[in-house]
T-cell receptor, first 115, second 109 residues
């Protein structure tokens, strides 16, 4: 199984809502990532978890809260978002954290719209 | 974070022609990787080139790396309509994981 599964595929939420994005992989990878991608732009790294511990937070606002319950799951909790947070949120995994020579495996993304 | 630059930003060619995309980066790297993204989908890994390598091939793909110029190129030979996508380089350096701006490639039948 070489898949990274993201749910939901689409999410529409109001600025006062609380929602979560979920990501799952069963490749035994020990590093997982959240990226944000705006239209016609490259993915921007948000968070990296390595061995279930947060290792990189790219100065992401606290309205985004990551969680790694176990080595196969990665969540992104959303609260009090702004319309400019509307984007494609991509989850990825790799065998180990970067600084190694492995590739990233990406999910298909969750398209988030904040009204 | 700094992001590398790719050129061209958009490239439109006829099916069967070769497509070349370039990526420049600013800091020293350990590895450079190329990814492809179909519209609104996840990214798919194409090829990795290490900092001590100069050229790698994979099927119709050829990647070169020039660390003295801090640049890499991706060549797709004998292009097909299915190659239509955005292509991103990703520089992997100490403490930095940065995608380039990307090249939007369109293959016209």
């Amino acid at each position: 199984d070489t898949e990274v599964t993201q749910t939901p595929k689409h999410l529409v939420m109001g600025m006062t809502n609380k929602k979560s994005l979920k990501c799952e992989q069963h490749m035994g990878h020990r590093a997982m990532y959240w990226y944000k991608q705006k239209a016609k732009k490259p993915p921007e790294l948000m968070f990296v978890y390595s061995y279930e511990k947060l290792s990189i937070n790219e100065s992401v606002p606290s309205r985004f809260s990551p969680e790694c319950p176990n080595s196969s799951l990665l969540n992104l909790h959303l609260h009090a978002l702004q319309p400019e947070d509307s984007a494609l949120y991509l989850c990825a995994s790799s065998q180990d954290e970067r600084g190694r020579t492995g590739e990233l495996f990406f999910g298909e993304g969750s398209r988030l719209t904040v009204l | 974070s700094q992001q590398g630059e790719e050129d061209p930003q958009a490239l439109s060619i006829q099916e069967g022609e070769n497509a070349t995309m370039n990526c420049s980066y600013k800091t020293s790297i350990n590895n450079l990787q190329w990814y492809r993204q179909n519209s609104g989908r996840g990214l798919v890994h194409l090829i990795l080139i290490r900092s001590n390598e100069r050229e790698k091939h994979s099927g119709r793909l050829r990647v070169t790396l020039d660390t003295s110029k801090k640049s890499s190129s991706l060549l797709i030979t004998a292009s097909r309509a299915a190659d239509t996508a955005s292509y991103f380089c990703e520089e992997e350096g100490a403490q930095k994981l940065v995608f380039g701006q990307g090249t939007r490639l369109t293959i016209n039948p």
